[in-house]
């Protein structure tokens, strides 16, 4: 499994874009990137999933480099209630075998007002 | 859509009694779910991976008498910790991934609320 490597925190204010980066240099032909969002004793939550260049949704957008071996999530204008951890997790996709997931340490976002 | 709740949410039980909690896909069928742990301030650690009808795969480490997992039917999944310690308090959350002729679609995994266990 490719191991990921993010900043352990990030702060921003409210209405700024933030940017949170994940460095998988081992990633595999067949991996997906997926972050997760997780707030405190709660389970965590999907945000976004891509395998290369650029993937938007109506939460967040996952710009991925031709080499795949680091890839961004942008918040756009975060609220206070974006504080939370997120997580970048590589994997296989759900068409191969076991779909686990492993996560890291993961980036503790905390908006400021 | 793509909901999956646990039971109790949370629990305080003494030192060598035996604590069950539910996972359950409310609105899609489950193949396969998953069991975290997560101690505070630390991020969540797979214990094992349940499939419908079949014994649970464990990670490396985890000890399967002492966490029985059941995979019982398409939408349910229980952990059995049994004789719990103090060192058993921890925060279980499961998740569940949908089979393939199911929605929603997609790769990614719908995880429960979690469930906070104490062991006194």
């Known amino acids: 499994l490719a191991k990921t490597t993010q900043p352990i925190s990030m702060d921003s204010y409210e209405g700024q874009e933030v940017n949170i980066t994940c460095s998988h240099n081992?990633?595999?032909?067949?991996?997906?990137i997926t972050w997760y969002q997780q707030f405190p004793s709660q389970g965590p939550r999907f945000i976004i999933q891509?395998?290369?260049t650029k993937v938007t949704n109506e939460v967040a957008s996952l710009f991925i480099p031709a080499d795949r071996k680091s890839s961004t999530l942008s918040l756009p204008r975060v609220s206070l209630s974006d504080t939370a951890v997120y997580y970048c997790l590589v994997g296989k996709d759900r068409g191969s075998t076991l779909g686990r997931l492993y996560f890291g340490r993961g980036t503790q976002l905390t908006v400021w007002p | 859509g793509a909901v999956v709740s646990q039971h109790p949410s949370r629990v305080i039980c003494k030192s060598g009694t035996s604590v069950k909690i539910e996972c359950r896909s409310l609105?899609?069928?489950?193949?396969?779910m998953f069991w975290y742990r997560q101690f505070p301030k630390q991020s969540l650690m797979l214990m094992a991976t349940?499939?419908?009808?079949?014994?649970?795969?464990?990670e490396q480490g985890v000890e399967k008498d002492k966490f029985l997992i059941n995979h019982a039917s398409l939408t349910l999944s229980t952990l059995t910790v049994t004789s719990a310690h103090p060192e058993d308090s921890s925060f279980y959350i499961c998740?569940?991934?949908?089979?393939?002729?199911?929605?929603?679609?997609?790769?990614?995994?719908?995880f429960g609320p979690g469930t906070r266990l104490t062991v006194l």
């Open positions: 998740s569940a991934r949908p089979g393939t002729s199911g929605v929603p679609t997609g790769n990614e995994q719908f």
């Open positions: 891509g395998y290369k």
């Open positions: 609105d899609f069928q489950a193949t396969t």
């Open positions: 081992n990633i595999a032909t067949n991996d997906y």
């Open positions: 349940s499939n419908e009808g079949s014994k649970a795969t464990y």
